[in-house]
């Protein structure tokens, strides 16, 4: 079994970013992670642009566990009945992407 990491990008809808937030901090992130068997969910907001524009507002990162990216997508999709969906998330405009590592993790020298 792997390690990957999927990234969901994504946007609320104009006037609804309160609900947006809430359902999304509140709610989805644990429900994501009960639901699937991830091991960890964290939200992060734009805040500065340089080179080529996102086009997104927000991101969400997973830790996720399986056999391949496409075993991920199956579990996320298998279990989504078992997640209250919002409709103040912009879905016709949003995205997920499944990185797998290529590599070792790196850590600072004098980081303990």
């Known amino acids: 079994?792997?390690?990957?990491?999927?990234?969901?990008?994504?946007?609320?809808?104009?006037?609804?970013?309160?609900?947006?937030?809430?359902?999304?901090?509140?709610?989805?992130?644990?429900?994501?992670?009960?639901?699937?068997?991830?091991?960890?969910?964290?939200r992060?907001?734009?805040?500065?642009?340089?080179?080529?524009?996102?086009?997104?507002?927000?991101?969400?990162s997973y830790e996720a566990e399986g056999d391949s990216a496409e075993a991920v997508i199956d579990q996320l999709n298998a279990t989504r009945a078992q997640r209250q969906q919002s409709d103040a998330i912009d879905m016709a405009n949003a995205g997920l992407w499944i990185y797998t590592p290529a590599g070792k993790i790196h850590h600072h020298p004098n980081h303990t």
């Open 1 to 42: 079994m792997g390690r990957h990491v999927v990234v969901v990008m994504s946007n609320p809808v104009e006037g609804r970013e309160d609900e947006f937030h809430d359902w999304y901090e509140n709610t989805h992130l644990d429900e994501v992670l009960t639901s699937c068997g991830w091991q960890s969910a964290q």
């Open 44 to 60: 992060f907001t734009l805040t500065a642009e340089r080179g080529a524009k996102s086009g997104f507002s927000h991101l969400a």
